[in-house]
């Protein structure tokens, strides 16, 4: 059987190929030739091509937006970089599914995954990525840098990288491999004998390499000097720190902390200890007191500025704009410029009801003011900013998905693609309900939106407030963190009640990061890591079914979309049954 480890040969192919495509029309040096030493070469002061290969690291980070099916291994997929794949990772989570029957998001919906049909390329991404700064790391100190900082942030930024895709791996898979600093070439006999190491030495090693670099990258810039930052979105301390975060909390979760299967030391922690909890509350308190970062009092700033105070840790592209993504994301009704809008994505009635009311009462609640005959009345303005739900605004008429309407006319002739729920998602969209047209954003295309934020302010608020919440309960510091995001989003009043217990305060917590970071790639992780996608996930998910009455009223009505497959095995993902048939010593996780 051929050896064909992604992580080892991979990397070279499109290092070489970034690096190529960087050079001007006419080479110095035929394609062919290009090796290590071209790459690090001892005679270049200027040390481009090997920054340039630290730049390709930086394209490695995952995209946003058409996570899972656009390049990556689905088998169901026969055309990866088919537009009707373009979906958000919240179609695999309780928030939305897709609207189009022949969307291959359904095959994961219905299916799930396995070692043969696996959700993503993760696996060979990230491990491709991890070699790469190894090769850098090895090879670096050959160039004769005339610029002493690049001597030393790159090297920094190299292994910054190297622990934030550690990071991608383990909260897939649990515990891998660690290479260290090796290098391995592809028949190496050693490489097909890896075996996985704990998940607590991936988190130990990835928090300690973090740590060594924090203090040797460049300086963080100022929000004046981020607009023109040449290297904004490179590795930087607060960075760092936002990743050391995520790692903690993703180790303190209960997925992990302790694990269900304790015998399997890659699995998680064989006991659960409050302290992984004060450990992540720390890490997220860190960045807070840099005071670098702050809520944008606009959400809409977060989809037009490039640089914002929010925006922490983000995968960059050329800041290219467009309106391609509203005519994604907009009823099909609407057709700006004679172009039809095309509606990919369906909230869920679930999601929809997370949203409480402006007076900060879920609807729920009996005194909240809820009104089932009129639903989206006097609700979080969030929701309205998330989603396309039956009389919003937009482009200067009522949105219609009502039986019938515009927006949902059951005629395949009219609308290829149709809400599945009653509702379209809005999220990313500008702020256009009296626009004539869409407003130009950045570009929401081919997966990418750049820059797709990973991190922001708000995630790092509710990270500490959900950390220390579960560390030492619901003291004041952690109403604090809540409130600043209730407050931006024009909750009214936005405190919430005094004397909140542990689990009142742990329930708010969770639905805040749901509606606050819809669609920002958060809940599909979070439902796993708090180890309740089972529940919420693995069962029936619902829509409305919105009548147009005699009198011009609506009536709404639940109706049942799906109910998604998931198993126990699918919190942890499998891994690729290439890699485990190559490497016998390459545990499977439980279940696959």
Sequence with gaps: MKKNYAWCCLILITCFVAVSSCKKAFEDKPLELLTIDYIFDENDPTGDQAFKWVTNIYSKIPTGYNRMLGGSSWAFNSNPRSNISLVPLECFSDDAVPSGDGNDGWNIIRGGYSPIATFDDTW?????????????????????????????????????????????????????????????????RELLNLKRNSFEECVNYIVSELD??????????????????????????????????????????????????????????????AERWGAAADAAKALIDLGLYDLEANRYTLVLARANKEHIFFRMSDPRTDNVYAYYMSPPGFKPGNRNSEGRVSPTQEFVDAFPMKNGKPITDPTSGYNPANPYAGRDPRLEQTVFYNGAKWLQRPVETFEGGKDKPNDATLAAVQTKTGYYA???????????????????????????????????????????????????????????????????????????????????????????????????????????????????????????????????????????????????????????????????????
């Design 212 to 273: 060594r670099v924090k203090d040797s990258l460049r300086p963080d810039a100022s929000l004046a000097g981020r607009a023109t930052d040449a290297d904004y979105g490179k590795m930087r301390k607060s960075i760092v720190l936002a990743i050391k975060a995520k790692v903690l909390l993703l180790a303190a979760s209960p997925l992990f902390n302790p694990s269900s299967t304790p015998q399997k030391t890659f699995t998680g922690y064989a006991a659960y200890s």
């Design 426 to 592: 809005k999220k990313f969209c500008a702020n256009d309900s009296s626009s004539a047209n869409f407003t130009v954003t950045f570009i929401r295309d081919g997966g990418f939106i750049p820059p797709w934020c990973l991190i922001r302010y708000a995630d790092i608020l509710l990270m500490y407030a959900e950390a220390k919440n579960e560390f030492s309960g619901p003291e004041a510091t952690v109403y604090a963190a809540v409130e600043k995001i209730r407050q931006r989003a024009g909750l009214s009043p936005y405190t919430l009640p005094p004397g909140l217990t542990r689990e009142q305060m742990r329930e708010i917590v969770r639905n805040e990061r749901r509606i606050e970071l819809a669609f920002e790639e958060q809940r599909f992780w979070d439902i796993r890591r708090w180890k309740i996608a089972k529940s919420v996930y693995g069962t029936a998910l619902h829509g409305v079914t919105v009548t147009k009455n005699a009198n011009n009223t609506f009536s709404y009505a639940p109706k049942e979309v799906t109910t998604p497959y998931f198993t126990d095995a699918m919190y942890l993902f499998p891994i690729a049954i290439k890699e485990t048939q190559v490497n016998p010593g390459l545990e499977q996780n439980p279940g696959y």
């Design 124 to 188: 060979g991404n990230c491990y491709s990525a991890i070699r790469a700064a190894n090769i850098f790391l090895q090879n670096y100190q050959r160039v004769p840098w005339a610029d002493s900082s690049r001597k030393v942030w790159l090297p920094n930024e190299a292994r910054a990288l190297r622990a934030f895709f550690y990071y991608e791996l383990i909260r897939r898979y649990g515990g891998v491999p660690l290479l260290g600093d090796k290098i391995y070439d592809s028949n190496d």
